[in-house]
């Protein structure tokens, strides 16, 4: 199970730190990422992180913005979101993927997913 918070109302320029704790399953197998999902809008990638830490791959739309990170022996993965705009709005989900072939970027190459945490950026 995947379990996403930290979601909120924040202002433009703002920051904020979602995480994602995990149980019942080996979380270092896996590697994680963050997606979002804007009303009326698919499901996108934002970013992900190697089970090992070691490679993180980011979205050209938050890059330099969004730190993706990781803790094996906590379970967690967090996603550090500075310089927030209206556009970051979204539901976040984070995501596993046992691979391990590669960081993936597409959510049908995810296998569990977390209920999301809603984020709303005011202008």
């Known amino acids: 199970q995947l379990q996403a918070c930290g979601g909120g109302l924040v202002q433009a320029g703002g920051s904020l730190r979602l995480s994602c704790a995990a149980s019942?399953?080996?979380?270092?197998?896996?590697?994680m990422g963050w997606f979002r999902q804007a009303p009326g809008k698919e499901r996108e990638f934002v970013a992900a992180i190697s089970w090992s830490a070691s490679n993180t791959y980011y979205a050209d739309s938050v890059k330099g913005r969004f730190t993706i990170s990781r803790n094996n022996t906590k379970k967690t993965v967090h996603l550090q979101m500075n310089s927030l705009v209206p556009e970051d709005t979204a539901v976040y989900y984070c995501?596993?993927?046992?691979?391990?072939?590669?960081?993936?970027?597409?959510?049908?190459?995810?296998?569990?997913w977390g209920q999301g945490t809603l984020v709303t950026v005011s202008s």
């Open positions: 995501a596993a993927d046992s691979s391990r072939l590669r960081l993936m970027v597409r959510p049908y190459d995810y296998e569990y």
């Open positions: 019942g399953r080996a979380f270092s197998n896996y590697d």
